[in-house]
């Protein structure tokens, strides 16, 4: 069966960085694109990007240009997104999600890592 | 990127039917095909209920249906039950190629 299993949650400090893995297990892990989203506590999701599991092409959310990468080994079938020069507003439960179809429609999530900013 | 627009809350009674409206531009919801809704319940991950607007994965009661009509997407929940309370998130793919969701709308099940 299809699982994505995610890093254990974090706490870190405003200015750190923070960096969450996702490991995939029951499918051809370079079949499908993974996506990650966020939720920070009581609000709504918000997409961060996507990567190509096959070629590690990568689109992220404007907003985050310049502070998130993702990656992904294919070795062991593990996505990653780092996220950089933490804020307090990015504390937040992430989730990876593999992508189905089209671009918007994740079929699998993670059970999500929460990370929280603070001083 | 502007999140798409839907109501806060609905509510309705067992055995009702509801609809939960997604409304986005041309630039997104009314550009594609690619509109999605999503159930969840507190303190788990979102379960996707419907893909590229109207179909329905496998597993997912046929009590779901989506559709679209210009730049405004709706989910439809016919027969309601207790279990479906919960919140209801869209999301569409944009021109950007990116991805925007839904503020989300609480479910509640009188």
């Known amino acids: 069966q299809v699982q994505l299993v995610q890093s254990g949650a974090e706490v870190k400090k405003p200015g750190a960085s923070v960096k969450v893995s996702c490991k995939a297990s029951g499918y051809t892990f370079t079949s499908y694109a993974i996506s990650w989203v966020r939720q920070a506590p009581g609000q709504g999701l918000e997409w961060m990007g996507w990567i190509s599991a096959y070629n590690g092409n990568t689109n992220y959310a404007q907003k985050l240009q310049g502070r998130v990468t993702m990656t992904t080994d294919t070795s062991t079938s593990t996505a990653y997104m780092e996220l950089r020069s933490l804020r307090s507003d990015d504390t937040a439960v992430y989730y990876c999600?593999?992508?189905?179809?089209?671009?918007?429609?994740?079929?699998?999530w993670g059970q999500g890592t929460l990370v929280t900013v603070s001083s | 990127q502007s999140a798409l627009t839907q109501p806060a809350s609905v509510s309705g009674s067992p055995g009702q039917s509801i609809t939960i409206s997604c409304t986005g531009t041309s630039s997104d919801v009314g550009g594609y095909k690619y509109v999605s809704w999503y159930q969840q319940h507190p303190g788990k991950a979102p379960k996707l209920m419907i893909y590229d607007v109207s179909n329905r994965p496998s597993g997912v009661s046929n009590r779901f249906s989506g559709s679209k009509s210009g730049n405004t997407a709706s989910l439809t929940i016919s027969g309601l039950q207790a279990e479906d309370e919960g919140d209801y998130y869209c999301?569409?793919?944009?021109?950007?190629?990116?991805?925007?969701f839904g503020g989300g709308t609480k479910l509640t099940v009188l």
């Open positions: 999600a593999r992508i189905f179809s089209g671009y918007d429609s994740f079929d699998y």
């Open positions: 999301s569409s793919y944009t021109s950007s190629s990116t991805v925007v």
